[in-house]
Structures are given as structure tokens and as C-alpha cells.
């Protein structure tokens, strides 16, 4: 499975946007803390990421928790195939989300809390 079939076509499109702004800025002091624009989650057990922006090939950028929540990148495509129960259940894009904080606070609170709260 592609890993845009994974996402809503906007925010596949915002993600991109997100990653050619922040690209010029990397390292820099103007580096953005972007909100999240997506939240995926596994429906049968651990794993959670909210991302905030990732490049045409599915190379993004978010917090990730498997139990330790860390920022870092990781590869949607890898996500993706991931196959659950027998291969019927799949990574899921949680489309309630609504992100009302930079992925910074979310962050700071996983940490405290032990895992993502959103």
C-alpha cells in the first residue's frame, strides 16, 4: 500500500508543505515547531505518531511512542505494511484529531506522562 492511501489528501499535502519549509531551516535558530497534521495509531495494541511534516517519498517527521514517546524521523511507507491480526488490520489515521499545540508541547507532556496524550 502506497503510504498516501494512508492519509487524507490534504493533509498529505500540508505534510509537504511542512517539509520543503522547514528543510532551508534545519539547524538553524528559525527551525519551526510545527502542530501535528495527522495522528496514526495501531487499533490493536502499541503505537502512536503524530507528524508534521514528511517529503514526497514518505520520509517524516514526528513523535513517535511505542511506549517511550521520542521525536525522530520515521518512514510512512515502512508504516504502512505494516499488516495486524492476521493481515485485516492496518495502521490506522485517526481523523478526529485536532491538534491545538506545536509538536513541542506535545512532546513535553508525553514525557512527562509517559506516553502521548491526544
Given at each position: 500500500m502506497d503510504w498516501k492511501n494512508m492519509l487524507r489528501v490534504?493533509?498529505?499535502?500540508?505534510l509537504v508543505e511542512n517539509w520543503n519549509e522547514q528543510?532551508?531551516?534545519?539547524?538553524t535558530?528559525?527551525?519551526?515547531?510545527?502542530?501535528?497534521v495527522a495522528k496514526l495509531f495501531n487499533p490493536a495494541g502499541a503505537g502512536t505518531w503524530l507528524i508534521t511534516e514528511c517529503?514526497?517519498?514518505g520520509l517524516a517527521f514526528g513523535l513517535v511512542d511505542f511506549g517511550y514517546p521520542e521525536l525522530g524521523y520515521f518512514d510512512l511507507n515502512e508504516i504502512a505494511e505494516v499488516r495486524l491480526m492476521g493481515g485485516f488490520v492496518r495502521i490506522e489515521q485517526d481523523l478526529h484529531f485536532q491538534a491545538d499545540k506545536p509538536l513541542s508541547k506535545y512532546a513535553?507532556?508525553?514525557?512527562f506522562h509517559g506516553s502521548i496524550k491526544a
Amino acid at each position: 500500500m502506497d503510504w498516501k492511501n494512508m492519509l487524507r489528501v490534504a493533509d498529505v499535502l500540508k505534510l509537504v508543505e511542512n517539509w520543503n519549509e522547514q528543510q532551508p531551516l534545519k539547524g538553524t535558530s528559525e527551525e519551526r515547531d510545527f502542530v501535528p497534521v495527522a495522528k496514526l495509531f495501531n487499533p490493536a495494541g502499541a503505537g502512536t505518531w503524530l507528524i508534521t511534516e514528511c517529503n514526497e517519498d514518505g520520509l517524516a517527521f514526528g513523535l513517535v511512542d511505542f511506549g517511550y514517546p521520542e521525536l525522530g524521523y520515521f518512514d510512512l511507507n515502512e508504516i504502512a505494511e505494516v499488516r495486524l491480526m492476521g493481515g485485516f488490520v492496518r495502521i490506522e489515521q485517526d481523523l478526529h484529531f485536532q491538534a491545538d499545540k506545536p509538536l513541542s508541547k506535545y512532546a513535553e507532556e508525553a514525557r512527562f506522562h509517559g506516553s502521548i496524550k491526544a
